[in-house]
C-alpha cells in the first residue's frame, strides 16, 4: 500500500535556455490551455458534487449514480467458497476465493481464457457458450472427481448496464470492442444461466457487479478505513456507499433512511453538458471524432485511451502551424494516424532520466521514423508533463465531491487501473490536487483522505459481493434480489 505524503515527485531539471523564442512562446500557451489551477479545481468540484446529487434523483442527470443493491460493507469476517467471472475485452478470468476464517484474509485460484476476436462480432449463443465453456474446465480442473455442491458467483460485468436486482443486468450498450445483436436492452442473466443449465454446470449466480463496485468492497474488506473505490485506467469511474434516505429515485421502496447501499457513479459521464471542465481545442476535436459524441466528457480528458490522442494531436497541429514547424521538412505520416500512441507513450517520456531527452529522442525516431532537434525534445516533454498533470488533477475532482457530498474527512479511497498504477507522478499529482481542492493545511504531515492501491476488485471483489448477498439473503433482507430461492 502506497501512501502519499506532500513529497515532491523527482523531475529532470530541463533547460529552455537553447528553446527558440517561437517554441517558447508555444510552450507558454499549451501551459496556459493544459494547466488547472486550484479556482478551477474548486470549481469543477462544486459542480461534481451537484451533479453526483442530481444522478441520484428520479430525473436524473449526466452522472448515471447507479444502485448496485451492494448494502453493507464486509466486515472481514466473511467466510466459504465462492467462484468470480471477470469478462473483459481480451480475457476472461475465472477465480475461485475461499475466505478462511482470518479476518480479512483470503486465497485465490485462477485461470484466464482468451477471448476470441470472433466471438466480439458472433452471436450472442456463440458468446454464452463460450462463457460457459471456460467455467466448466475450470471445474473440472480444479475439482476433477469432486462431488460439489452448487457454487455461488459473483460476476463482474464491466458494460453499462442497468441493475433493478442485484443478479440481474440489461446492457445498456457494449464496449471493449463488442458488438453482439440481440443483447443491448436486454437481461444478460437468463442467457448465461441457459448456457450454463445446458451443460449441467453447478453453478448459482448470486450477484452482477462492475468492477469498480468490486473495487471498493474487496479493498473495504482488507482495510476498513476505505470509503471509496476508483478506477483510473482505459476508463475512468467511482463508486462509494450512500444512505438510501439520499437517494430520492429509491424512495418508493420506503427503506430505512440511514440503510446503505453502494452507488456504482459512473462519473465518466460527469459535465456532459460541457459547463464547467477546461476543454482545449484538442478535447473538443477528441469528442466530434469519437464513436459517441457528446458522450464520456470527464472520461476523455483523463483516461488512458486518451491522453495518447491528445498528445498526437497537439504535435500534428504544430507541424502543420505556420507560426513554429515542429519536425520541418520530415514526413510525419506515422503520427497522422488516430490512436497509434497510448498513455504508455506519455509515460517513456515523463519517465526519460536523461538531461538530452536521448530516450525519447530514440521512441521518436524508432515508432514515428522523426527526428528531433533539442528545442522540439523539451517541448514533447513538457506536453507529455502538461497533459498527465492535468489527467491526475482532474481525476481528484470526483473524490473530493464524494468527500464534500458525504462530509468525509478522512479516509482511505482503493484505486486501481492501469493509468493510477503505472503513470509516472500520477498518484502524487493527485494527491496535490486533493489538497488544494479541501485545503488541507500546509503543516499537515499526513493526508487525511489518502488513495492507495486497491485489493483485487473483479476477483475477490465480485466474490465478497456474493457472499455479502447470501448473507442478507439468510437474514431475511430481500431487498433487490430477484431470484432469493436460488440462494438458499
Known sequence: MVGLGPKKPPSRKGSMADVPKDLLAQIEELERIFTVDKAKLKEITHRFVSELAKGLTVEGGDIPMNLTWVMSFPTGHETGTYLALDMGGTNLRVCEIHLPEEKGEFDITQSKYRM??????????????????????????????????????????????????????ILQRWTKGFDIDGVEGKDVVPMFEAALAKRGVPIKLTALISDTTGTLIASAYTDDQIKMGCIFGTGCNGAYMEDCGSVPKIAHLNLPPET????????????????????????????????????QSFEKMISGLYLGEIFRLVLVSLHESDEV???????????TKPYTLDASFLSLIEEDPFENLSETQDVFHNRLGIQCTKPELELIRRLAELIGTRAARLSSCGVAAVCLKKNIKSCHVGADGSVFNKYPHFKARGAQALREILDWPKEMRKDPVDIRAAEDGSGVGAALIAALTLKRVKEGNLVGVRQAENMK
Open 260 to 295: 446503505p447501499i453502494a452507488i456504482n457513479c459512473e462519473w465518466g459521464a460527469f459535465d456532459n453538458e460541457h459547463k464547467v471542465l477546461p476543454r482545449t481545442k484538442y478535447d473538443i476535436i477528441i469528442d466530434r471524432d469519437s464513436p459517441r459524441p457528446g458522450q
Open 325 to 335: 514547424k515542429i519536425f520541418d521538412g520530415q514526413s510525419i505520416a506515422k503520427l
Open 116 to 169: 476470441p476476436e470472433e466471438l466480439k462480432t458472433g452471436t450472442a449463443e456463440e458468446l454464452w457458450e463460450y462463457v460457459a465453456d471456460c467455467l466448466q474446465q475450470f471445474i473440472e480442473y480444479h475439482h476433477e472427481d469432486e462431488s460439489i455442491p452448487k457454487l455461488h458467483l459473483g460476476f463482474t460485468f464491466s458494460y453499462p448496464a442497468t441493475q433493478e436486482y442485484i443478479d440481474h443486468g
